[in-house]
């Protein structure tokens, strides 16, 4: 039991770190303002509460802050030091359950009561306590603060308290013995708790004896070098200016320019005179192996032949003729010229319609070598400009590294996915391009770990984009923009017949002759399991092929088995169709059009759902809808009440019901002004009961005067639409312009209606007369818009 008096309403110091325990005496700074307030009003031998705090961050505690368990004190010594803080000494009298705060100005105050102690003179704790006071004496060799923790048979609890004060633990371990009431149970934890000190500190020990050991075998090491190199020089056996001289030999044939040379000649006095095992040593003769690496002169033969290079292109690439001419045009300036400066190529377009691949056949067919940059989510201004020598394991950029691996001056380099860098805090890689990819800068791009200007104006550079917009505005203007839209059905079925197939029979070790696809089921696999600009997913579906062929391959004993895919049997192999041509389906009641729409990865068509439902005439628009979307659904709509006569629509039923406009797909972003037509359409279409046919898809941005402007994406979206079977186009009478972007194929299919205001679109895009019921019923309507970007789809 306690030995000292209990206040009923104590002072109560809090402690951010540490635990005073039982028996022990601590020595505490005081400097917090409410704590030197109780300080000044304590005089020796006065008993106060010391609680720690749950969190040492926290300033001013409250209860909820403090733990449930402390530590009763009497004040031993007080003592005021310089900055007007005290030093006071504690002696810990017991255990406290602390109760509540009781007062917080001027000075913490607050109850608590003493705990009571179980198993505190037991048989089994005095055992413990003797065989941990044991253990202790042999850990501690007779020395140290553990040698002077006694007193196990008097009281075992305070012995435990005392060894953990002792060790030096967290504070959160700390608080686990200082909670523990059963005795017994607290000598076991101060138990285990020794013994991971002991662990501890053998570990350090052994780490502390290894560093004294390392350091005195390089010590040794490097002097026995020294010795072994004097040795070998007076044999004659020094091989080290060899190497200096042969590095010299190599960066004398690179043919250095002026200032590189300069740089070199100092490096090389500086190498010449360290030795070998200096880490100085090997930093330059790494910074001077790259200049020796480096083509500062070397050029690889280029073929000019132009017809050679056509010839390359159209056997690798089937279709593309307008992306084709323009590299010809660009080839045919490097023959005339030599240079084609001021014009650097940039591939842009959905994925899979062969941007990677026409860099790779330029490059076959001019023999210059290929170095593909691979740009995607590259944040770091280094990876460009390299980092600076300064920094360890410095290197240069992924320029430079591109061109030490290409061994020539003159190589085409790829930067793909050039949209897709990102800006961190360590700077923008697409700032650090402008240099590299100004025709007029780049003769003396500058790497931060070189250091000096290396030329790059004779590398012919292709970027290759899927999103422009992504671009700034810098970057965009250096560039000369080749877009690529995608592929028609006819194209995707010679690409597949021409390259895919023979490509995968190949990969998958099968003769030409044992797989046989028909041209219809090319189709219906193009149709019916791909909805893509590209042909990445017609490629996975023809490997599927493949894979069931190998395996009939490898299961069969006798001879070759053979696959004949037709319409007929697609499906065993590929499984259930994944997509179908719901257009029909979904234009079936009035309010329901098809829109086209741009995405970054193609063109697409989307639906729009109306509907009219009795409520005050408000007009709720829903599917993540950007802002500007929204206003041209209110601008369709005032246009349609403004000319309700014309549109032959009942306005007067709007005044006791609301419209709400649904896009589906809720789960991907929409924006864009263009889509002002198809809404009108929509809205026209479900207040009117006219239906809108089913084989017309529409685009453009409409004017609150009803004049519709031109919107961009046309191949794309004319693409997409002919991929959805779709054999009617509604376009602004402005985009008739785009309409040789279209590939033939797709504008002998389809018929293309140019309107100039909405009478012209209602007239082509709705039914004679109404659909039974038209009201109640929810139409759908395509959006002409940007999916997926939140930006506009007009470029």
Not at 185 to 190: A, C, S, W, Y
Request: net charge negative; proline share 4%.
């Amino acid at each position: 039991m306690n030995t000292f008096v209990l206040p009923s309403n104590f002072p109560l110091l809090p402690l951010r770190n540490g635990v005073l325990f039982p028996g022990t005496i601590i020595t505490l700074p005081i400097g917090r303002e409410r704590s030197v307030q109780l300080v000044k009003t304590l005089r020796k031998g006065d008993v106060i509460g010391v609680v720690t705090q749950k969190d040492p961050k926290v300033a001013d505690p409250g209860e909820a802050d403090l733990n449930d368990m402390g530590t009763f004190a009497r004040v031993s010594d007080i003592a005021r030091v310089s900055g007007g803080e005290y030093r006071l000494v504690l002696e810990g009298l017991g255990r406290m359950t602390f109760l509540r705060l009781t007062r917080t100005e001027p000075f913490w105050t607050g109850e608590g009561v003493e705990p009571s102690e179980t198993n505190r003179k037991a048989e089994e704790a005095v055992l413990l306590a003797k065989s941990l006071e044991e253990h202790v004496k042999e850990l501690s060799g007779g020395g140290g603060p553990l040698a002077q923790v006694t007193g196990s048979e008097d009281d075992p609890g305070i012995f435990a308290d005392r060894i953990a004060a002792t060790l030096g633990l967290a504070t959160d371990k700390e608080m686990r013995v200082l909670v523990e009431l059963d005795v017994i149970e607290r000598l076991k934890l101060v138990a285990g708790l020794l013994g991971e000190a002991k662990a501890a500190t053998d570990m350090k020990r052994k780490i502390e004896a290894d560093v004294r050991q390392k350091l005195g075998q390089d010590q040794r090491e490097a002097l026995l070098r020294e010795q072994l190199r004097a040795i070998k020089k007076e044999l004659g056996e020094d091989n080290t200016g060899d190497e200096i001289a042969a590095l010299r030999e190599r960066l004398e044939k690179a043919g250095l320019p002026t200032e590189a040379k300069t740089i070199v000649d100092r490096e090389l006095k500086r190498l010449s005179s360290l030795q070998p095992q200096q880490a100085e040593h090997n930093v330059i003769r790494t910074y001077l192996e790259w200049f020796a690496d480096l083509p500062w002169s070397s050029r690889a033969e280029v073929k000019d032949d132009i017809d050679a290079v056509a010839k390359k292109l159209d056997d690798d690439h089937y279709g593309l003729e307008d992306v084709k001419k323009r590299i010809l045009e660009h080839m045919a300036v490097l023959k005339l010229a030599g240079t084609a400066r001021g014009s650097i190529l940039c591939f842009a377009g959905p994925p899979g319609v062969g941007k990677t691949s026409l860099g790779q056949s330029i490059a076959d067919a001019t023999g210059r070598p290929f170095m593909r940059i691979a740009l995607g989510g590259v944040r770091d201004e280094a990876e460009v400009r390299g980092h600076r020598r300064t920094y360890v394991g410095a290197l240069p950029g992924r320029i430079l590294n591109a061109m030490r691996k290409a061994k020539v001056k003159n190589p085409v380099l790829l930067l793909d996915e050039i949209d897709k860098l990102a800006v961190g805090w360590m700077g923008s890689p697409e700032s650090a391009l402008l240099e590299v990819l100004d025709p007029e800068q780049n003769k003396t791009f500058t790497d931060h770990y070189l250091e000096t200007p290396f030329d790059l104006s004779e590398v012919l550079f292709i970027c290759t984009a899927n999103d422009l917009a992504n671009l700034s505005a810098p970057l965009r203007d250096r560039l000369e923009i080749i877009e690529i839209s995608g592929y028609t059905v006819d194209e995707k079925v010679h690409i597949a017949k021409k390259h895919l197939v023979p490509k995968q029979l190949k990969e998958h070790a099968i003769h030409e002759s044992s797989l046989t696809i028909s041209d219809g089921a090319l189709s219906s696999i193009i149709r019916d399991y791909t909805r893509e600009a590209g042909v990445r997913q017609l490629t996975r579906e023809v490997t599927k092929l493949c894979r069931a062929l190998a395996l009939e391959v490898a299961r069969s004993k006798d001879a070759k088995p053979t696959l004949n895919v037709d319409d007929t049997n697609l499906g065993k192999y590929l499984g259930k169709i994944k997509f179908f041509g719901e257009v029909a389906e979904r234009t079936s009641v009035a309010g329901v059009a098809t829109g086209l729409a741009w995405t970054p990865v193609g063109g697409d068509i989307l639906f729009i759902e109306t509907t009219k439902m009795p409520g005050k005439g408000q007009i709720e628009i829903t599917g993540q809808l950007g802002d500007v979307m929204k206003e041209s659904a209110k601008a369709a709509l005032s246009y349609v009440k403004s000319h309700f006569k014309e549109l032959e629509v009942d306005v007067d039923v709007l005044k006791d019901q609301d419209l709400h406009i649904h896009v589906p797909q809720g789960a991907v972003p929409k924006d864009g002004p263009s889509a002002g037509v198809t809404m009108f359409t929509a809205l026209t279409s479900l207040l009117s009961g006219r239906r809108v046919r089913n084989d017309t898809a529409m685009t453009g941005e409409v004017t609150l005067r009803g004049r519709v402007l031109p919107v961009g994406g046309i191949k794309a979206k004319v693409l997409a639409a002919h991929r959805a079977g779709i054999t009617r186009v509604i376009l602004p009478k402005k985009n008739e312009r785009d309409m040789e972007d279209v590939p033939k194929e797709a504008r002998e299919a389809m018929e293309f209606i140019f309107a100039e205001d909405m009478a012209q679109v209602i007239a082509a895009a709705l039914e004679e007369t109404p659909a039974l019921p038209a009201s109640g019923k929810t139409g759908q309507a395509g959006a002409d818009t940007e999916v997926g970007t939140g930006r506009d789809a007009v470029h």
